[in-house]
């Protein structure tokens, strides 16, 4: 039987070619990070300008956002291509695709996901729904982050009379990937990890390719992993493993078994700290779009404190799951979302994405950056920086209802409550409601085709989606319809009887 191959990191990061493609398995606020590896593989590149010309895979974003992950390859000349799904973990790396230096793309991270499972299956790429009318869509840019993108890795196809995207597969030569343990037989257990993310299907298509799997655990086992179900990465799958006993769990954060679902939840929990000024109006509203026996998904910023509100109120919040594949954990906030405390169950985030993807989510609730006349959501592309999607696409394309909540206008925004009246103190000076988006992270019309039910909800006015564009729907007491809305908006939107009532009373007025 095959014995671990264990090494240093550094003798890991000394195979490392020019022109290799390596697939970083992970997420961001260090879940899973593998940043021994990657830290000794940056090392050799500032020392020696090698590996240089690599191309980088990641589905989640991974590191601190300062240092780690990602930003030990965001090096000139250490990369010539990323393909990302999320870019803000590394300024730097985001830096390089705004000069240039870099041939940039993003594509939604369930793609990437299910992709390196396809190509460690030996399949020809991936085939799927996903993306379709989102800048993933070649007709929409293809996945380009910049004038280095070139190459067309999506094209259009069509199966049985239905329009698909097909994501090109790719030759992986290396992954780099982590767990908690490795047993003599190479087998890895993430079993005190807040997720499994995408390391077995990283690993696989590494293997499968011919490449090379490298793997970091805090722990050398003298004996195999038992109960072997807790085997998550079976050792004919691992080439060399390092060890690295000051690992954490997440971002320089000490293992908690909370966080790995190892300890049951207690009966009484404390509450969860609820959100304050205009992100609790939103997300207060929000709440009120929860529904008895539902699948709920939470995406990060606003959205993230709505379960606070409704614990709160006694709101009804059936079944949660996210991204990195937990259910029904309690949200953790900042650079730790993505990871939850006791979860009830973990699975792989590749499988979480299928579910996702056969339309498994009933209600999302997702941040949005602008928001278009034909109800276009871009949260990828924002400001002089390429931000990637993250699983936004996986969710909102296929949840049977999608909840938007962002505020109605940015920089300079002030807004106050007062006995139940909202008041805008202060408008923002640049309007998230635009004439049409830059980016489409969200099609309105692939909704209007999918028959979703999708709202947006802001400070002062909700709108929704029907089929000849926004409609007006909800304004709560204190703004002022037509000055604080009506005058404020770039475009037409309908308004719903119960608006256009209220509307016609206050001119009677």
């Given at each position: 039987?095959?014995t671990t191959?264990?090494?240093?990191?550094?003798a890991?990061?000394?195979?490392?070619?020019?022109?290799a493609?390596?697939v970083l398995?992970?997420?961001?606020?260090?879940?899973?990070?593998?940043?021994m590896?990657?830290a000794?593989?940056?090392?050799r590149?500032?020392?020696?300008g090698h590996?240089?010309d690599?191309t980088?895979?990641?589905?989640?974003?991974?590191?601190?956002g300062?240092?780690?992950?990602?930003?030990?390859?965001?090096?000139?000349?250490m990369?010539?291509?990323?393909i990302?799904?999320?870019w803000?973990?590394?300024?730097?790396?985001?830096?390089l695709?705004r000069?240039?230096?870099?041939?940039?793309?993003?594509?939604?991270?369930?793609?990437i996901?299910?992709?390196?499972r396809?190509?460690?299956?030996?399949r020809h790429?991936?085939?799927t729904h996903i993306?379709?009318?989102?800048f993933?869509?070649?007709?929409h840019?293809?996945?380009?982050?910049?004038a280095?993108?070139?190459?067309?890795?999506?094209?259009?196809?069509?199966?049985?009379?239905?329009?698909l995207l097909?994501?090109?597969?790719?030759k992986?030569?290396f992954?780099?990937?982590r767990?908690?343990?490795?047993?003599p037989?190479?087998?890895l257990?993430?079993?005190?990890e807040?997720?499994?993310?995408?390391s077995?299907?990283a690993?696989?298509?590494?293997?499968?390719?011919?490449?090379?799997v490298?793997?970091?655990v805090?722990d050398?086992?003298?004996?195999?992993?038992s109960?072997?179900?807790?085997a998550?990465?079976?050792?004919?799958l691992?080439?060399?493993v390092?060890?690295?006993?000051?690992?954490?769990?997440?971002?320089?954060?000490?293992?908690?078994h909370?966080?790995?679902?190892?300890?049951?939840a207690?009966h009484?929990?404390?509450?969860?700290?609820?959100?304050?000024g205009?992100?609790y109006l939103?997300?207060?509203?929000?709440?009120r779009e929860?529904?008895?026996g539902a699948?709920?998904?939470?995406?990060?910023?606003?959205?993230?404190?709505?379960?606070a509100?409704?614990?709160?109120?006694?709101l009804?919040?059936s079944?949660?799951?996210i991204?990195?594949?937990?259910?029904?954990?309690?949200?953790l906030p900042?650079?730790l979302?993505?990871?939850?405390?006791?979860?009830?169950?973990?699975?792989?985030s590749t499988?979480?994405?299928?579910f996702f993807?056969?339309?498994?989510?009933d209600?999302?609730?997702l941040?949005?950056?602008?928001?278009?006349?034909q109800?276009?959501?871009?949260?990828s592309?924002i400001?002089?920086?390429?931000?990637?999607?993250?699983?936004?696409?996986?969710?909102?394309q296929?949840a049977?209802?999608?909840?938007?909540c962002?505020t109605f206008?940015a920089k300079?925004?002030?807004?106050?409550?007062?006995?139940?009246?909202?008041s805008?103190?202060?408008?923002?000076?640049?309007s998230?409601?635009?004439?049409q988006?830059?980016?489409?992270?969200?099609?309105?019309?692939?909704a209007?085709?999918?028959g979703q039910?999708?709202?947006y909800?802001?400070e002062?006015?909700?709108?929704?989606?029907?089929?000849?564009?926004l409609?007006?729907?909800?304004?709560?007491?204190?703004i002022?319809?037509?000055?604080?809305?009506l005058?404020?908006?770039?475009?037409?939107?309908?308004?719903?009887?119960?608006?256009?009532?209220?509307?016609?009373a206050?001119?009677?007025?």
């Amino acid at each position: 039987m095959k014995t671990t191959a264990w090494c240093e990191a550094g003798a890991m990061a000394d195979e490392l070619f020019d022109g290799a493609l390596v697939v970083l398995s992970g997420s961001g606020g260090g879940l899973v990070e593998a940043d021994m590896i990657c830290a000794a593989i940056e090392k050799r590149f500032l020392e020696t300008g090698h590996p240089r010309d690599l191309t980088l895979v990641h589905a989640l974003g991974i590191g601190d956002g300062i240092a780690s992950g990602i930003n030990r390859f965001a090096h000139e000349g250490m990369v010539r291509r990323v393909i990302g799904g999320h870019w803000t973990w590394s300024k730097r790396m985001q830096k390089l695709a705004r000069d240039n230096a870099i041939a940039a793309y993003t594509l939604p991270a369930g793609v990437i996901q299910t992709l390196l499972r396809e190509i460690g299956a030996g399949r020809h790429g991936l085939v799927t729904h996903i993306g379709l009318d989102t800048f993933a869509d070649p007709r929409h840019g293809g996945g380009k982050g910049n004038a280095s993108a070139i190459e067309e890795l999506v094209e259009v196809v069509n199966l049985g009379g239905r329009e698909l995207l097909w994501y090109k597969p790719f030759k992986v030569d290396f992954a780099i990937i982590r767990g908690t343990a490795c047993d003599p037989h190479g087998n890895l257990t993430l079993r005190e990890e807040p997720s499994d993310m995408d390391s077995f299907a990283a690993a696989m298509a590494a293997h499968n390719s011919g490449g090379r799997v490298f793997a970091q655990v805090r722990d050398a086992l003298a004996v195999p992993i038992s109960p072997a179900r807790d085997a998550a990465i079976p050792g004919i799958l691992v080439d060399k493993v390092c060890v690295n006993p000051a690992q954490c769990q997440t971002t320089g954060s000490a293992y908690d078994h909370s966080i790995s679902g190892e300890l049951p939840a207690p009966h009484v929990r404390a509450p969860q700290a609820l959100p304050d000024g205009v992100r609790y109006l939103i997300a207060r509203r929000a709440s009120r779009e929860l529904a008895p026996g539902a699948c709920v998904n939470f995406g990060f910023g606003i959205p993230d404190g709505i379960p606070a509100i409704a614990a709160a109120e006694g709101l009804d919040i059936s079944w949660t799951a996210i991204e990195q594949g937990s259910h029904n954990g309690e949200l953790l906030p900042g650079h730790l979302f993505g990871a939850t405390r006791y979860p009830s169950a973990i699975v792989k985030s590749t499988d979480q994405f299928d579910f996702f993807s056969g339309g498994g989510i009933d209600v999302a609730f997702l941040g949005m950056g602008e928001l278009d006349a034909q109800g276009n959501v871009n949260a990828s592309w924002i400001g002089p920086d390429i931000v990637g999607p993250g699983g936004f696409i996986d969710i909102t394309q296929c949840a049977k209802k999608v909840v938007f909540c962002g505020t109605f206008e940015a920089k300079g925004l002030q807004v106050a409550e007062n006995e139940g009246k909202i008041s805008i103190v202060a408008p923002g000076a640049i309007s998230k409601l635009v004439q049409q988006v830059r980016h489409i992270t969200f099609s309105g019309r692939r909704a209007q085709a999918d028959g979703q039910k999708v709202l947006y909800i802001t400070e002062r006015a909700v709108f929704e989606l029907l089929p000849d564009g926004l409609q007006l729907v909800d304004v709560p007491d204190g703004i002022d319809i037509q000055r604080d809305v009506l005058e404020r908006l770039p475009f037409t939107v309908s308004l719903s009887l119960a608006i256009a009532a209220r509307l016609e009373a206050t001119c009677t007025e």
